[in-house]
């Protein structure tokens, strides 16, 4: 317990310092944090409960939109303001700005929750890879017919309220890198208090044997829907949060972004680790290095490369970091292992 | 609006048929390999793009794009037998959700590279058919739709008597039923995987060229063909072929209504969501036996 506390101290100060130790990368440390946070949320269906979802980008594209529009609709006709699409004929304020910011993200906290509660009995019913299938043509439909409302955008995207006036570019990256890290710390106590309860072992159980699970008298579909309420409630906040850190919202290439972000959440849990708690943040922190690099120094190319590193990370390494360092060093997960045992097996192969 | 504009009506249907026959074609190949293989291809409808593609160059070249349905498949064949060695051998005998998302990838890369290859331009063959006029030119037909439509029902008979007759076919239908008792009865199970994808591509290759032909294709389109042929085969159910021709062309006919009625901006949406309450619909029927989809 001792040397977990000393561990969590130093990441939290890491955390704290970052922006300053690394001034120039501080949009990327927040986007780092929010993919976190994606990461965390889909590990708790995908991993935990073993239902894989393509369609956790659904709840991130609503808290987006969300977010943006209730810090727009607060003080200013909705309609017009993305009518007027890039021209501003409003300003927010420096107070509106921030007022509108929080409003904004517990609602787009919030609704997305409500939403994987009322959707989650019709879906849940659905396992293995239909469950896959279906999210993910809700995530897509989502994406198709937010661009056909005219109050948000539509087509022409959302753009929304620009950071006010006070102290510039350097102060609007460190208040989004804030922003997003206290939603990285909340999320992971949270997921980690979570974690600790019995509810851990019932998803668990609903991944290993639905069929079994119920016969023990489990009420499995009720675990499944507050499991994905969960796994809702961080996605909008992280929405809501990049929304306003990109500062322009499109229906399919930012919000609802399946090809993207979609599937980004899956392969960075898959990466770390899938239903382990530190393995999505180790994931998300080794595919956004990856990934920068790569985005960097071969502009282009990127899903080409993103194409191939599914594929490769899928088929040769399904158990992810935290699987890899599990079999190699068993001892450290409070796994007993008997020498003698272990000296046999290899001396068999 | 079916009673006022009958006209509209009947052109719709049409409309859908003609092209429900074409979904019906690429749900084959997918009931195909699903069944055999026992994986989804989420890269199902990239590979019909990238038939498009063939018959569309052929088409730029000079060449009439209705030889595209002759060697867009050939072609697709050869592809289809390289992606199964390179990746599809390793998911086979594992988790479902490994195959959707290695074909996840897959199809991410092939969107990606048709991109670089041939432009982010939406694209049509034009095969200079013209078109029939039905009820005092109320209904406007292109000859190319019903060509295609003609070409696919072709194609999908001439499959069905080649799963029925052949040697490869018997032992691809063993290998469905039970591929360790195929094993043991001597069928090189590892060849028959292998064909069954290279079929279901070359499938594929022939629908894309028809596609090519009677609408557009653009690299980023792959994606709703996946979900249509997966959704005419869970309405179908596996290895029923009049099933998954009808559910094709009532799919069909639905996106030509959805699209009269809604507007074309929410086609792929509608599409998309009659999946999710298909699968739902489903879900609450067979929980009244409380059993699930398997």
Known sequence: MNKNFILYALILTFGIAAPFIFPAFKVQLSILCVLIILAITWNIQGGEMGYNSFGNILFYGLGMYLCASVQVGMFFPLAEWTESGGEKTFVHTPSQFFQGMAAGLVVAAIIPTIVAGLIGYAILGLRGHYFAICTLGLGVAAGEISGGIEIIGAGQGFTTPPFPNVGGLEARGEFFYLLSFVALVLTFIVVRGVYSTRFRLILNAIRDNEDKAEAMGIQTMKYKIIGWMISAFFCGLAGGIMGGLVGYIDSTDVAFDGREMGVFMVLMAILGGKGTLWGPVIGATVFHIFKEGFWTFFLGWQYVALGVLIVVIVIYFPEGIMGWLREKYPERFGEVVDEADRKAQVELK | ?294
């Open chain 2, 1 to 294: 609006m079916v009673f006022q504009y009958p006209m509209i009506t009947v052109q719709a249907c049409l409309d859908g048929i003609l092209l429900g026959v074409l979904f019906a074609l690429i749900a084959y190949g997918m009931a195909l390999q699903w069944g055999v293989m026992n994986i989804i291809n989420i890269a199902q409808g990239d590979l019909v793009i990238l038939g498009g593609y063939i018959a569309y160059f052929m088409y730029l070249y000079g060449i009439h794009p209705a030889w595209g349905v002759i060697v867009s498949p050939i072609i697709m064949y050869f592809v289809g037998v390289g992606i199964y060695k390179l990746v599809i051998n390793k998911v086979v005998d594992r988790d479902l959700f490994i195959s959707i998302l290695a074909t996840f990838g897959i199809s991410i890369l092939f969107m990606q590279l048709m991109n670089f290859a041939f432009g982010a331009d939406v694209v049509l063959a034009n095969s200079g058919y013209g078109t029939t006029f039905l009820f005092d030119s109320n209904v406007v037909l292109p000859n190319s739709k019903i060509f295609s439509a003609v070409v696919s029902i072709v194609f999908a008979i001439g499959l069905v008597i080649y799963m029925k007759k052949s040697k490869l076919g018997r032992a691809i239908r063993a290998t469905a039923q039970n591929s360790r008792a195929a094993k043991i009865l001597g069928v090189d199970t590892e060849k028959v995987y292998a064909a069954t994808f290279g079929i279901n591509a070359a499938l594929c290759g022939v629908a894309g060229a028809l596609i090519s032909i009677t609408f557009t294709i653009h690299p980023y389109m792959g994606l709703p063909y996946t979900i249509r042929s997966f959704m005419i085969v869970i309405v179908a159910g596996l290895g029923n072929l009049p099933g998954v021709a009808l559910s094709g062309m009532g799919l069909g006919v639905f996106e030509e209504f959805a699209d009269y009625i809604l507007g074309t901006e929410f086609r792929i949406g509608a599409v998309f969501l009659l999946l999710v309450f298909i699968l739902v619909y489903r879900r609450f029927k067979l929980s009244k036996k409380r059993e699930y989809l398997k």
